[in-house]
């Protein structure tokens, strides 16, 4: 299948992914100037940037979205860091067919910053969950979960560098999966199929 990687960030995913060799045909960045953005422009990926600046509201951004992934023949998306919540007419045009990594053990600590807000609750443990994305924040059927514990003294870079290593690992993995279509979801089950 031919993937976007929906980005905004420093993209250490994408270079797990390239380097998992996913298929990736393009980024997509809400964000200009981001470490993603060069990650791409490295590995010959063909790059848009479309900041929610240049649209007055969160559909007209994501007919925009549409467009480029049309024009582009996107048939997957796998977002890694991608800070902006979909509306319901790009999740309805890749249903089942878009990932989403979030750093910590859903349903706990959904949104923004849940590597801190795992450290303010107190928890000992948190971890990674590789989803797909459905209509709501962080709330699609899970295909991966790994624990990470917390240890004392940990702080969100301390945290966030474990984090990672877990995401780098097990992100490319689902990719692989969906693409060679070995998920099966039943309601909120992801079965895998074996190969
Ligand atoms: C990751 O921690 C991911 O879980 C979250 O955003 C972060 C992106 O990091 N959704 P990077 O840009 O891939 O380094």
Redesign the pocket.
Known sequence: MRWACL??????????LIDDSAPIKLVISHKAG???LQIAHAAGIAQVVITARQYPTREHYDEALLRVLRDNGIEALV?????RLLTDRVVDAYAGRAI????SLLPAFPGLH??RQALEYGVRVTG?SVHLVDRGLDSGPIIFQEAVPIRPGDTDETL?TR??EV?HRILPEAVRLLDSHRLDVSGRQVVIREA
Do not use: K
Not at 7 to 16: D, F, K, M, P, Q
Not at 79 to 83: M, P, Q, T
């Open positions: 980005v905004g960030g420093t993209g250490s995913n994408l270079r797990a981001v470490g993603a977002l890694a860091g991608f800070l989403n990594v979030h750093p849940a590597v990674v966030s984090i990672h995401e």
